[in-house]
């Protein structure tokens, strides 16, 4: 779908990820693939790009913004590396990463996931109809990624646990915990960039070959 690229992995990243689908859920996919070699050289960038196919949400990533993300502690895009559900690989590439990911948790993933809990809480919940349907799905999908930050910051693991969300005073239950998390969390304030940029470099090399530059 994208010219001369190749892609690195498929994950699911949507309820599926969470144990929490029904019959009737899309199927959303993160790709992250690395560009042209010679669009890379001539200092051309591809932003994130999204497809819909039928019921499959697709959104794609070139691995250099996925880097940049993941060394910020983005969670979105730690979903989109550690996601259990793993819909296809080329070689070492994603076994790689979750290695060095899982490797280097660090404190500054709280930032990420408070701000959207606080975002969605706010626009989803406070704002929003009560008696809907998406009503409760918001408490659930905020629920369950408070509850990954707590997992993180306390214990290290990037954890997908299923949760049932009742009300919003839960939420702000797991929002005090979070912060507390965070607060007393032994972790590193920000992760080791170096195998991070090790890894980018490799693969970027190796997209090199295979397009005949190097």
């Known amino acids: 779908m994208i010219k001369n690229h190749l892609e690195l992995f498929k994950t699911n990243i949507g309820s599926h990820m969470w144990k929490m689908n029904h019959p009737k859920s899309d199927i959303d996919v993160a790709a992250v693939y690395l560009m042209d070699s010679r669009d890379f050289l001539l200092g051309k960038r591809i932003k994130g790009k999204q497809i819909q196919h039928e019921e499959y949400d697709y959104t794609f990533y070139e691995l250099s913004m996925v880097i940049e993300h993941l060394i910020k502690g983005n969670v979105n895009y730690l979903w989109a590396v550690m ?3 793993i819909l296809s690989k080329y070689k070492s590439a994603l076994q790689e990463l979750r290695q060095i990911v899982s490797t280097n948790i660090s404190k500054n993933c709280y930032n990420s ?6 975002h969605n809480i706010y ?3 406070e704002k929003g109809d009560r008696e809907s349907a998406k009503y409760k799905k918001k408490l659930n999908v905020i629920g369950r990624t408070l509850k990954f930050g707590i997992n993180a910051l306390t214990w290290g693991k990037f954890l997908f646990d299923k949760v049932d969300i009742q009300s919003e005073d839960e939420l702000w239950e797991l929002k005090n915990k979070l912060d507390a998390a965070y607060k007393h969390s032994t972790l590193p304030e920000k992760p080791n960039p170096e195998p991070f940029e090790k890894y ?13 530059l190097i």
């Not at 996931?113 to 606080?118: F, N, R, T, V």
Request: net charge positive; glycine share 8%.
């Open 200 to 212: 980018l470099i490799k693969w970027r090399l190796h997209k090199m070959k295979i397009d005949g």
């Open 123 to 125: 626009h989803f919940i």
């Open 83 to 85: 996601s259990p559900i």
């Open 113 to 118: 996931i408070s701000g959207l809990a606080k």
